[in-house]
């Protein structure tokens, strides 16, 4: 049996697969399409219809009920919203009422800030406030009180916010708890008339407010019923869409049966089921037509199939011999059986054995008719000859490999240039064991090859004997690569030779085009310092004299007629000769003696920052105790503190000695502390903190004014530099305080650092060195 082929197991379970289980003797097919007559659609609901309907149904009054339910609760969460904002605004006006009633001196005097307060006492002792306020109306039933939420109703008359018809009004207390529109808002409102007519207080609650709570539960229970309705419409598509799949797979199961028989016929495939114990084979109704035999339903015997084979092509009995032996569970064999006209088809049988325990061996399998492929494998062996005759009369080295990278085709001019030996060369052989044989090239680089779209590769190669040769690599279409060497040693050597000299030229013109580029960038360059330098020159002498007249006028022409204006001003303060004409004489005289005083400080401010910058500022150093410099500071400021009603604390240590220039000190502390008194608004705080370390004294001023912006903390300390906001330009200033403070820390060996957060106040410390202890000065080291 020379042509008998046994394949894998896996592959002939395929087969078996495919042919199905072994069918009764001319029963075909119909007895495993009759098993599955009974849709599965229907053993699922058509056998109770009922059931088909009610569930739906049960779960649309579900549904229903969980809506009713729902909407119940939300009816019943509304009433219990209102009658709780009803309760808490009855509460809040009889606390306010009762509350106001104990002193009503503060309601006749319209005194707003102490009555507020005992309101806002009285609304942060009720339970839930949010949105609630109280209103007290005067004696003219104006509003002068009111808590927070109600500011914007602050001096409006009870005729603006209440109509004359309103029971609030008419009844006052009697009248309990309203819903009205006040100032064009819907809210909850109760009114109680205080004793002696001396107003009323009126307590709000915007019914907005108590919406917005009963919306969000208006909403968590519409969103939980539609989660709920989702859920359950989507079991109820998928409970249908179940049903109708099941019913489809039938559908599509039964007519994949006919399918398969129409395939079997239209593939010129044959079913065959050898039962070797009975010595009989069943044949499906195409393998008749493949033979051109007349179907029949009944089974024909081994022996009438053993003679339609073709005697060169191997024996059935020594296939049913091998396979009762067990040497084979699969059969794949390729044999020629005799048409009904006498000619010979080409047959391929695949089959297995259904159950290899069973005591009675059973072959089910296919049978193809391949004659039309075994001639063409005829015509493709004859232009594989023919295509390698061509290969091997060409000048190019030619190989192929397959796409596993195993050596397919070759001719002798692949094997001549890469001096490979004929025994290292047989198809099949890996590409790397090849290449390892061949002459290794002296240099290989690869060329870029324009839309190739990564099918294509070029390579140049130069070999031990000096050729170059080209080669051109592709992807064939089944994933292999096919490789033609071309040699171009003559071209190479003439590529060669004109390189050289262009790289001869190049070189010559890039020197040139250096030389050139240089000499113009050092010009440009040398040019433009000038130009620098001398912009640089004009723009210091300017700003030199500049400086110089400025300051000369300012000593010459300011200092003295202010000093002038200084004095004559105490002279009217002083009434030297005698009283003034009138009150407000004397108020100018102190305008114009203060403004003097301001103008001349600035003045002499911009005077000492000129010293400091020209280097002329001198230090007289001595020993200096900060603790009585700072409450002499604070003594200077304390008046101008109480009168924004500041309150300044201070936490000084003792003994806080140090080497400085008593008045440049003192200047710092002034310039620091006045400023936080300038820039704090009324009612404002600034601590005071100096202590003293074993290497510096530090003072830290912390205010709670106006503080200043992030972006410009940077400008602050520099000469002539203000935060500009509305509060700054009203306090005036020079903007040289903080400068003048910080250059004469830097001049002490110190440092001043400012720290600010806009809206929230700033932090200012200055810190000065002293004397380390040796053990310290060497730790800090």
């Known amino acids: 049996m020379t042509d008998a082929q046994h394949v894998p197991a896996a592959e002939g379970a395929d087969y078996a697969r495919q042919a199905g289980a072994k069918p009764a003797a001319g029963a075909g097919m119909s007895g495993h399409a009759k098993l599955f007559a009974q849709p599965a659609y229907e053993r699922l609901i058509g056998a109770e219809p009922f059931l088909k309907?009610?569930?739906?149904?049960?779960?649309?009054?579900?549904?229903?009920?969980?809506?009713?339910?729902?909407?119940?609760?939300?009816?019943?969460?509304?009433?219990?919203?209102?009658?709780?904002?009803?309760?808490?605004?009855?509460?809040?006006?009889?606390?306010?009422?009762?509350?106001?009633?104990?002193?009503?001196?503060?309601?006749?005097?319209?005194?707003?800030?102490?009555?507020?307060?005992?309101?806002?006492?009285?609304?942060?002792?009720?339970?839930?406030?949010?949105?609630?306020?109280?209103?007290?109306?005067?004696?003219?039933?104006?509003?002068?009180?009111?808590?927070?939420?109600?500011?914007?109703?602050?001096?409006?008359?009870?005729?603006?916010?209440?109509?004359?018809?309103?029971?609030?009004?008419?009844?006052?207390?009697?009248?309990?708890?309203?819903?009205?529109?006040?100032?064009?808002?819907?809210?909850?409102?109760?009114?109680?008339?205080?004793?002696?007519?001396?107003?009323?207080?009126?307590?709000?609650?915007?019914?907005?407010?108590?919406?917005?709570?009963?919306?969000?539960?208006?909403?968590?229970?519409?969103?939980?019923?539609?989660?709920?309705?989702?859920?359950?419409?989507?079991?109820?598509?998928?409970?249908?869409?179940?049903?109708?799949?099941?019913?489809?797979?039938?559908?599509?199961?039964?007519?994949?049966?006919?399918?398969?028989?129409?395939?079997?016929?239209?593939?010129?495939?044959?079913?065959?089921?050898?039962?070797?114990?009975?010595?009989?084979?069943?044949?499906?109704?195409?393998?008749?037509?493949?033979?051109?035999?007349?179907?029949?339903?009944?089974v024909i015997s081994f022996r009438e199939a053993s003679h339609l084979i073709h005697p060169d092509d191997g024996d059935l009995y020594e296939i049913a011999q091998m396979v009762a032996s067990g040497d084979i569970r699969q059969v794949?064999?390729?044999?020629?059986?005799?048409?009904?006209?006498?000619?010979?088809?080409?047959?391929?049988?695949?089959?297995?054995?259904?159950?290899?325990?069973?005591?009675?061996?059973?072959?089910?399998?296919?049978?193809?008719?391949?004659?039309?492929?075994?001639?063409?494998?005829?015509?493709?062996?004859?232009?594989?000859?023919?295509?390698?005759?061509?290969?091997?009369?060409?000048?190019?080295?030619?190989?192929?490999?397959?796409?596993?990278?195993?050596?397919?085709?070759?001719?002798?001019?692949?094997?001549?240039?890469?001096?490979?030996?004929?025994?290292?060369?047989?198809?099949?052989?890996?590409?790397?064991?090849?290449?390892?044989?061949?002459?290794?090239?002296?240099?290989?680089?690869?060329?870029?090859?324009?839309?190739?779209?990564?099918?294509?590769?070029?390579?140049?190669?130069?070999?031990?004997?000096?050729?170059?040769?080209?080669?051109?690599?592709?992807?064939t279409r089944d994933g292999g690569q096919v490789s033609v060497g071309t040699d171009i040693t003559p071209l190479k050597r003439n590529q060669e030779r004109l390189r050289d000299s262009e790289k001869r030229l190049m070189a010559t013109i890039g020197d040139l085009t250096s030389s050139q580029a240089e000499l113009k960038r050092k010009a440009e360059e040398l040019s433009e310092l000038n130009r620098d330098y001398q912009i640089e020159t004009e723009r210091a002498e300017a700003a030199s004299k500049a400086k110089s007249e400025f300051l000369a006028n300012m000593s010459h022409e300011l200092r003295t007629p202010l000093n002038a204006i200084i004095g004559f001003s105490e002279v009217l303060q002083a009434r030297m000769f005698g009283p003034l004409g009138s009150d407000k004489y004397a108020e100018y005289a102190d305008d114009i003696h203060n403004s003097g005083i301001h103008l001349?400080?600035?003045?002499?401010?911009?005077?000492?920052?000129?010293?400091?910058?020209?280097?002329?500022?001198?230090?007289?150093?001595?020993?200096?105790?900060?603790a009585p410099l700072l409450d002499e500071a604070l003594r200077l400021v304390a008046i101008q503190a109480e009168n924004k009603g500041i309150e300044v604390e201070q936490k000084i240590s003792k003994h806080l000695s140090l080497m400085a220039d008593r008045r440049a000190m003192k200047q710092i502390l002034l310039n620091l502390l006045s400023n936080a008194v300038k820039f704090t608004e009324p009612g404002g705080r600034i601590m005071v903190r100096a202590r003293k370390t074993s290497c510096a004294v530090t003072v830290t001023i912390e205010d709670t004014g106006i503080g200043i912006p992030k972006a410009l903390l940077s400008r602050i300390g520099q000469p002539f530099e203000q935060v500009q906001n509305q509060f700054s330009k009203s306090n005036g200033g020079s903007g040289l305080g903080l400068a003048i403070s910080r250059s004469l820390a830097e001049m002490h060996g110190g440092a001043m650092k400012v720290r600010s957060v806009e809206g929230v106040g700033t932090i200012v410390s200055v810190r000065m060195p002293i004397k380390c202890p040796k053990s310290e000065t060497i730790a800090a080291e």
């Open 53 to 298: 309907h009610l569930i739906p149904i049960l779960i649309v009054a579900f549904l229903v009920v969980v809506a009713a339910a729902r909407y119940i609760n939300i009816s019943d969460n509304h009433d219990r919203l209102r009658n709780a904002a009803e309760q808490v605004t009855a509460l809040s006006l009889a606390a306010a009422h009762a509350t106001l009633s104990a002193d009503l001196e503060p309601v006749r005097e319209s005194l707003r800030w102490e009555t507020e307060a005992r309101l806002n006492r009285v609304i942060s002792a009720m339970p839930d406030t949010a949105g609630r306020y109280l209103l007290v109306l005067d004696g003219n039933e104006r509003v002068f009180a009111v808590t927070a939420g109600g500011y914007h109703l602050l001096g409006k008359q009870v005729e603006a916010l209440l109509p004359d018809s309103s029971p609030l009004r008419l009844f006052g207390e009697r009248a309990g708890v309203q819903e009205t529109a006040l100032n064009g808002e819907q809210v909850l409102a109760a009114m109680s008339r205080l004793p002696d007519g001396a107003g009323a207080i009126l307590s709000v609650t915007p019914i907005s407010d108590m919406n917005g709570a009963w919306r969000q539960s208006v909403s968590v229970n519409v969103t939980l019923f539609i989660a709920t309705s989702s859920i359950l419409l989507v079991i109820l598509y998928a409970y249908f869409s179940q049903a109708g799949r099941a019913q489809e797979a039938d559908d599509i199961y039964l007519e994949s049966h006919r399918r398969v028989d129409m395939a079997l016929s239209r593939g010129r495939c044959g079913l065959w089921d050898w039962d070797m114990a009975r010595g009989r084979v069943y044949w499906s109704r195409s393998m008749y037509e493949i033979l051109g035999l007349p179907p029949r339903d009944s």
């Open 332 to 475: 794949d064999h390729l044999f020629r059986m005799r048409h009904a006209d006498g000619h010979y088809l080409w047959m391929r049988a695949r089959a297995q054995v259904v159950d290899p325990t069973s005591t009675q061996t059973h072959l089910i399998g296919i049978a193809m008719d391949v004659t039309e492929q075994h001639r063409l494998q005829q015509r493709t062996v004859e232009a594989d000859q023919r295509l390698f005759d061509a290969i091997e009369s060409t000048s190019e080295a030619f190989v192929l490999w397959d796409r596993d990278d195993r050596l397919v085709l070759w001719n002798k001019h692949y094997q001549e240039i890469h001096g490979l030996p004929a025994d290292s060369l047989s198809p099949g052989t890996p590409r790397s064991v090849v290449e390892a044989a061949a002459t290794r090239p002296v240099v290989e680089r690869r060329l870029a090859v324009p839309c190739s779209k990564g099918l294509a590769q070029t390579y140049e190669v130069q070999l031990a004997d000096g050729r170059w040769l080209q080669i051109n690599e592709r992807q």
């Open 600 to 626: 001349l400080t600035v003045i002499n401010d911009i005077l000492d920052m000129a010293k400091i910058e020209a280097g002329q500022m001198h230090l007289d150093c001595e020993d200096v105790d900060l």
